[in-house]
């Protein structure tokens, strides 16, 4: 049985580098869970696969043994959209058995997931909007546009645990987004 474990780069095609313990070259992928190096598997059953985001050619695949079963780790819809695709494509193609399907990854991405909430009865979900700001100026419109009102909480899609986050409890607080960055990035404005 060969396993083919799917990586990805996210779309804005930056990954890091580092060593491992033996002086060994490792990527460092955010929106991966990487799963393939947490089993125990037998040598030569693991194969892994690195797909790349939008706008950057991917290499052709000739796979001297056909996978019998794809996992597929890329896990971030708001950060990894390109290599997602990409993957569904090369899962299609395949034509077998896929873990964690990137079709189904896409559809969690966090306003995706806030909408769906929101339906359930009995579940209090705070409206949140994806938009592209290119000021705080644009946040402050956005805001009011899409009448999300305040307090919110402005944020970059894809970062996590706090990062990259602001809350405005008013138009006044404006000066607290200049610590975002605004540079073609996604946003998500939150109740």
Do not use: W
């Amino acid at each position: 049985m060969a396993i083919l474990f799917v990586s990805g780069v996210n779309d804005r095609s930056v990954m890091g580098l580092s060593l491992d313990e033996d002086g060994q070259l490792i990527h460092l992928m955010d929106g991966n869970c990487s799963v393939q190096y947490r089993l125990p598997l037998r040598e030569g059953v693991a194969f892994p696969f690195l797909i790349y985001g939008k706008g950057v050619n991917q290499p052709g695949v000739d796979f001297q043994t056909m996978p019998s079963l794809v996992f597929n780790q890329i896990a971030d819809a708001d950060t990894h959209r390109g290599a997602l695709e990409r993957c569904a494509d090369l899962c299609d193609q395949l034509n077998t058995t896929v873990i964690n399907h990137p079709r189904h990854v896409m559809q969690t991405t966090r306003e995706r997931v806030a909408n769906s909430l929101q339906r359930i009865k009995g579940v209090t979900m705070p409206r949140t909007r994806r938009f592209r700001p290119r000021s705080p100026d644009d946040v402050l419109a956005f805001a009011e546009s899409d009448d999300v009102g305040f307090p919110c909480i402005a944020g970059v899609a894809g970062d996590h645990q706090g990062k990259s986050m602001v809350r405005l409890d008013g138009p006044d607080d404006s000066p607290a987004l200049h610590a975002l960055p605004f540079d073609g990035r996604d946003f998500y404005l939150t109740e």
